[in-house]
T-cell receptor, first 110, second 114 residues
Framework: QKEVEQNSGPLSVPEGAIASLNCTYS??????FFWYRQYSGKSPELIMF????GDKEDGRFTAQLNKASQYVSLLIRDSQPSDSATYLC??????????FGAGTRLFVKA | DVKVTQSSRYLVKRTGEKVFLECVQD?????MFWYRQDPGLGLRLIYF???????EKGDIPEGYSVSREKKERFSLILESASTNQTSMYLC?????????????FGPGTRLTVL
């Protein structure tokens, strides 16, 4: 079992729809959870982080964390073609390391 | 503004060559990281450093070494490059505080070993 798992996609949604990206992790002692966006040919950049159970909203983005289920998700409301990218889930484990998932490719159709 | 720079965007080397990849950050971050990114495998940690002259192995350190003589600079060394080290190499840095541990990435170096 991978430490951080994501569906590789591609996930295709129409413009204006809600995109839902999911991530599961194996280390129950994990502390912090991050979503990075990576455009093709570019390096990852942070969108959001969350470390408490529940929802955290920032503009069109909402991160959701359920530690009991070891599950973290990212919702993108009113998806735009400019949201088309690969989204990386990252988990800071009980140790020092941050583990990245392989990423989910999102394609927003105009 | 946060900035992490890497010495080269593209690099082509021959098998057996010694390769140096350099990373510099201007944010006074304590932590620095080297990853490689391959399709379907995501980001894999090679080495990290949480202080000058300190280094820790990541998940795939074999065939690599690192050097951190100054706080702002973290170098990745491929002692004898092999074709299976062809990859995108990403450097990142982070501040050693709180729980956020946001990592800031450099633009990456695409290394091809022939």
């Amino acid at each position: 079992q991978k430490e951080v798992e994501q569906n590789s996609g591609p996930l295709s949604v129409p413009e204006g729809a809600i995109a839902s990206l999911n991530c599961t992790y194996s280390d129950r002692g994990s502390q912090s959870f991050f979503w990075y966006r990576q455009y093709s040919g570019k390096s990852p950049e942070l969108i959001m982080f969350i470390y408490s159970n529940g929802d955290k909203e920032d503009g069109r983005f909402t991160a959701q964390l359920n530690k009991a289920s070891q599950y973290v998700s990212l919702l993108i409301r009113d998806s735009q073609p400019s949201d088309s990218a690969t989204y990386l889930c990252a988990v800071r484990t009980g140790g020092f390391k941050t583990i990245f998932g392989a990423g989910t490719r999102l394609f927003v159709k105009a | 503004d946060v900035k992490v720079t890497q010495s080269s965007r593209y690099l082509v080397k021959r098998t057996g060559e010694k390769v140096f990849l350099e990373c510099v950050q201007d944010m006074d971050h304590e932590n620095m990281f080297w990853y490689r990114q391959d399709p379907g495998l995501g980001l894999r940690l090679i080495y990290f450093s949480y202080d000058v002259k300190m280094k820790e192995k990541g998940d795939i350190p074999e065939g690599y070494s690192v050097s951190r003589e100054k706080k702002e600079r973290f170098s990745l060394i491929l002692e004898s490059a092999s074709t299976n080290q062809t990859s995108m190499y990403l450097c990142a840095s982070s501040y050693s505080g709180a729980s956020t541990d946001t990592q800031y990435f450099g633009p990456g170096t695409r290394l091809t070993v022939l």
